[in-house]
């Protein structure tokens, strides 16, 4: 060992470089210790009209922890940076934040293939960095600037990606649309499936039954998820719905309810739907109970329908990123200080991507009416009276 800092301390030369060898070879020691991979047991999964359902064992590896780990912080700062633009008036409107609710977008992502289809309603962040889109273009779009992944002009509800169809802004409007895309899917037999979401406020809406008949009729490839996360804007799912039982609202459509706070529960759950839909069986519903720490919107404390303390003990006790952190950490897939590396340089992207997203120029007014059809020649659009005209350019 000796020789090897001597070593390594010749090539870097100085007292410090001696220091930041001996660091390089303990951190080389450390990372032989960890382990490559651990098995846990999760919670098993209520069923409805299954034989089987998701395994009750999961097989973590080390790479795949510490990818999760850092897509869940990524998830959890750039909401949090979101609330603190919102609240100095940078961003505007509509914006509905997805923290607290992180395990159900990694742990679903983790769960099919980037080829697969997803479509969500408008607390839809989280699910624009899972499909591919940077932070940087994420917070661009919520602050209206020409860099935001929709050029500015679609906001917060509004952001979409290669198989990722938004950002709905109408209340359960994206389940039907969800099934358009599987029926697509079916078609063209590409093998693809499609991960329709929606909230338990919109369960009740008589759309999603329509679609789970169509469905269920024509057995396309779609998987329903329902996120319970207890409250339709203030309203307490209790209050709102007659069953609360939302993995059984598909009726002669299997369907499953997952943990929703841990995200290897959502990712096994994922996979046995999604070989469930490639198999032909057709549609299955599944129901990820979870919790938003924030209100519905930015509009709403979030505390005048449940109490602080109610928000404070699920943060204690089934917190996602806390969760894995604390199985990561029990298991010796990672150490304290690597994940403390990880939460700084998140920290530090975050806020980069923050300064792009207020100091991007805005979209220009000729833009405004720019891809409102594709592929289509030039045409003149009326502006906000008679004689403004605007051109619309594909």
């Not at 983790?110 to 962040?125: E, K, M, P, V």
Request: glycine share 8%.
């Amino acid at each position: 060992m000796q020789k090897m800092l001597t070593l390594i301390a010749n090539v870097l030369k100085g007292s410090a470089a001696k220091n930041q060898a001996t660091r390089i070879v303990v951190a080389t020691r450390m990372y032989a210790d960890f382990a490559s991979e651990a098995t846990f047991d999760i919670k098993k999964c209520d069923t409805h009209r299954l034989e089987d359902g998701p395994p009750t064992k999961s097989v973590l590896t080390r790479e795949d922890a510490l990818k999760y780990y850092r897509t869940m912080q990524v998830i959890r700062r750039m909401e949090l940076k979101a609330d603190q633009l919102y609240k100095q008036k940078i961003i505007r409107g509509f914006c509905h934040l997805y923290d607290g609710q992180e395990a159900c977008a990694v742990g679903i992502e983790s769960g099919i293939r980037l080829t697969d289809h997803l479509i969500t309603a408008y607390r839809s962040h989280g699910y624009t960095y899972t499909r591919g889109v940077s932070v940087r273009e994420i917070l661009a779009e919520l602050t209206g600037r020409r860099g935001g992944c929709a050029k500015g002009k679609g906001g917060s509800m509004h952001m979409y990606a290669k198989n990722f169809y938004g950002g709905n802004g109408i209340v359960g409007a994206q389940v039907p649309l969800g099934a358009g895309v599987a029926l697509a899917c079916k078609y063209k037999g590409t093998d693809e499936v499609c991960v329709s979401l929606y909230g338990d406020g919109a369960a009740n809406q008589g759309q999603i039954f329509e679609t789970y008949n169509m469905a269920s009729l024509w057995k396309l490839p779609c998987i329903f998820i329902c996120e319970n996360n207890k409250y339709g804007m203030g309203t307490s799912v209790e209050r709102a719905a007659a069953s609360t039982d939302y993995y059984k609202r598909g009726d002669f459509i299997p369907g499953i309810r997952v943990d929703g706070m841990d995200i290897l529960c959502v990712r096994e759950a994922t996979k046995f739907a999604a070989d469930h839909c490639r198999s032909g069986k057709g549609p299955i519903v599944m129901e990820l109970q979870t919790y938003r720490y924030h209100g519905h919107s930015m509009s709403d404390p979030g505390i005048s329908y449940r109490t602080r303390e109610e928000i404070q003990e699920v943060r204690s006790k089934s917190d996602p990123i806390s969760m894995l952190k604390d199985r990561m950490l029990n298991n010796n897939l990672a150490s304290v200080e690597e994940l403390k590396e990880i939460d700084v340089e998140v920290r530090k992207d975050i806020e980069e991507a923050a300064q792009f997203a207020t100091t991007d120029p805005e979209p220009p007014l000729e833009e405004l009416c720019n891809h409102v059809f594709y592929n289509e020649p030039p045409m003149e659009v009326r502006g906000t009276n008679p004689w403004m005209k605007l051109k619309s350019i594909s």
